[in-house]
């Protein structure tokens, strides 16, 4: 069987743009952030477009101490970039996070483990999205080189029939050198870069590489 032909998000994306900038008043954007690196490119992209919120729903991150490092990291770039979009942040859980993740501890990076972790971030943002009355909701973690964005896109698009109210954002942010150019902002703002992934399964290959 032929490999089915890849979905062009972002193009899907610069279209979409173009209407948007069409219309007389911004559409709300809940905009699921999981640090102040990945947010970089897509802020650029979408702030003409959009009046975005940001939420911060990653108790995924592992330790704690990485978690708030994280959350303080998005904070100060807001800070250093003048703006006034707002954070939702949501308590840390980290314990009863994982429990739908221990049973593929041995997974590969970006395997089933990771669907799973995706598609429970982005539920809970969709249903906060829809609850709040947003137009939009989308995520920035499609600008790593290591999230596979056709899987983030089927996951969004699959919650969108479920919530047929809030559109889903297509992107694929890491395209047009986007994440070459948010290294370039990363470096300029002295911004913190964590090594690894965020989950403790990703924090300890990463302790045992080294």
């Known amino acids: 069987?032929?490999?089915?032909?890849?979905?062009?998000?972002?193009?899907i994306l610069l279209q979409n743009l173009n209407e948007i900038g069409k219309l007389e008043e911004k559409p709300t954007l809940l905009l699921h952030t999981c640090c102040g690196p990945c947010f970089t490119i897509p802020y650029e992209i979408l702030n003409k477009y959009f009046d975005i919120t940001l939420i911060y729903n990653n108790s995924n991150i592992y330790p704690e101490e990485e978690y708030d490092r994280r959350l303080a990291e998005l904070k100060k770039y807001l800070?250093?970039?003048k703006t006034d979009i707002k954070i939702i942040e949501f308590p840390y859980d980290n314990l009863n996070y994982n429990k739908d993740l221990e049973p593929y501890a041995d997974d590969r990076e970006g395997g089933t483990r990771c669907r799973i972790c995706f598609t429970?971030?982005?539920t809970f943002g969709y249903q906060y999205a829809d609850d709040h009355g947003f137009d939009y909701?989308?995520?920035v973690m499609t600008i790593s080189r290591?999230?596979?964005?056709?899987?983030?896109?089927?996951?969004?698009?699959?919650?969108?029939?479920?919530?047929?109210n809030v559109k889903w954002l297509q992107a694929d942010f890491k395209k047009f050198d986007g994440y070459e150019k948010s290294l370039i902002i990363i470096e300029n703002y002295h911004m913190y870069f964590q090594k690894y992934c965020g989950c403790i399964y990703s924090f300890k290959k990463v302790k045992n590489d080294n």
């Open 120 to 122: 429970k971030r982005l």
């Open 79 to 81: 800070a250093d970039i």
């Open 146 to 164: 290591y999230k596979n964005s056709e899987v983030l896109n089927s996951i969004g698009l699959e919650l969108e029939k479920q919530h047929p």
């Open 137 to 139: 909701f989308g995520t």
């Open 1 to 11: 069987m032929a490999n089915q032909k890849k979905i062009n998000y972002e193009k």
